[in-house]
């Protein structure tokens, strides 16, 4: 079993970073493929980012390719998401997952993670 727990959501202004944390339970937190998601009010969750059990291979969306980040630091049990840039869309409710699988079109998904955190709230003012 795995628990999640994110942190670092805020009210900022458009421009603005942000770094989110999920600090993870569990002493097989290595072996896990870490994500993040996002789920907008009306919209459906949707993938944001995620990185491999050795940080080697990361996959992001094309909508925050080059602003956002996602990093883990496994001696801690922790994943990060950097987000740069923010804009209003980007507004939405976080999620920090964790899966089995490695392979890239299995990991954008989020049918495909068995545990999640319960949300960091990220609010972007224009």
């Known amino acids: 079993q795995v628990q999640l727990v994110e942190s670092g959501g805020g009210l900022v202004e458009a421009g603005a970073s942000l770094r989110l944390s999920c600090a993870t339970s569990?002493?097989?937190?290595?072996?896990?493929?870490m994500g993040w998601f996002r789920q907008a009010p009306g919209k459906e969750r949707e993938f944001v980012a995620t990185?491999?059990?050795?940080?080697?291979?990361?996959y992001y969306a094309d909508s925050v390719k080059g602003r956002f980040t996602i990093s883990r630091d496994n001696a801690k049990n922790t994943v990060y998401l950097q987000m740069n840039s923010l804009k209003p869309e980007d507004t939405a409710v976080y999620y920090c997952?964790?899966?089995?699988?490695?392979?890239?079109?299995?990991?954008?998904?989020?049918?495909?993670?068995?545990?999640w955190g319960q949300g960091t709230q990220v609010t972007v003012s224009s």
């Open positions: 997952a964790a899966t089995n699988y490695q392979v890239r079109t299995v990991v954008m998904s989020a049918n495909n993670y068995a545990y």
């Open positions: 569990g002493r097989t937190f290595n072996r896990y493929t």
């Open positions: 990185i491999s059990w050795s940080g080697g291979t990361t």
